[in-house]
């Protein structure tokens, strides 16, 4: 008997076991599975189309989902990796685009990035004459524009600034400090593998 899930991100935190085959991809997914994956973000997005159902898109990198490390013949059973990343979902509307996209909340990030497709995909383009700003992070110098960019979190619509990666081996997308923090509290709970925002009224 399959399982019935009522979310996207319900049937992603219970699936982890199929995602490893995606690692180095981009990923669509429903409250039923992964319907669409591509290593291109923008190969991925072209094999959906308005029929299909609500869906979220992430990012499954090389270092999630792996197995337990080797070391040498020994694997020593102490050493214990936890595969849960913090991500919630977002939703990012530019003009009349909206996309929903797990987005890793990343206390030590100033502001919050997407990718370079991930950007091109809301419909930004570069202003005449704008220059690029760069940031330093721990994989090195990246080069980005700064767009201020409409939000939803659990229903709860803002405003916030998002550095949109112009370097193309950048493909992070994370949350990060600048307004969500200061109109969230938010919180961890790793041993249930839940994040908690709680908007802060007044």
Not at 150 to 173: G, H, L, N, R, Y
């Amino acid at each position: 008997m399959n399982h019935i899930y009522h979310t996207p991100n319900e049937w992603y935190k219970n699936n982890k076991s199929q995602l490893k085959q995606y690692r180095g991809q981009w990923i669509a997914f429903t409250k039923e599975g992964v319907i669409a994956h591509h290593q291109s973000f923008k190969t991925m997005m072209a094999s959906l189309d308005s029929s299909q159902p609500e869906y979220v898109i992430d990012r499954i990198f090389e270092n999630e989902f792996i197995d337990p490390p080797k070391l040498l013949p020994v694997r020593f059973r102490s050493l214990k990796k936890h595969e849960w990343q913090p991500k919630y979902e977002v939703s990012l509307t530019f003009q009349q685009q909206t996309v929903t996209v797990n987005m890793l909340v990343d206390s030590g990030a100033d502001f919050s990035v997407i990718s370079k497709e991930l950007g091109i995909a809301l419909g930004y383009t570069q202003a005449p004459g704008e220059a690029l700003n760069q940031a330093d992070g721990v994989g090195g110098s990246v080069d980005y524009f700064l767009r201020n960019v409409e939000m939803a979190i659990d229903s709860q619509k803002f405003t916030a600034p998002v550095a949109w990666v112009q370097t193309e081996a950048c493909e992070e997308i994370l949350l990060g400090r600048e307004r969500v923090f200061d109109w969230f509290d938010i919180e961890f709970k790793q041993a249930e593998e839940t994040i908690i925002f709680k908007y802060r009224t007044g």
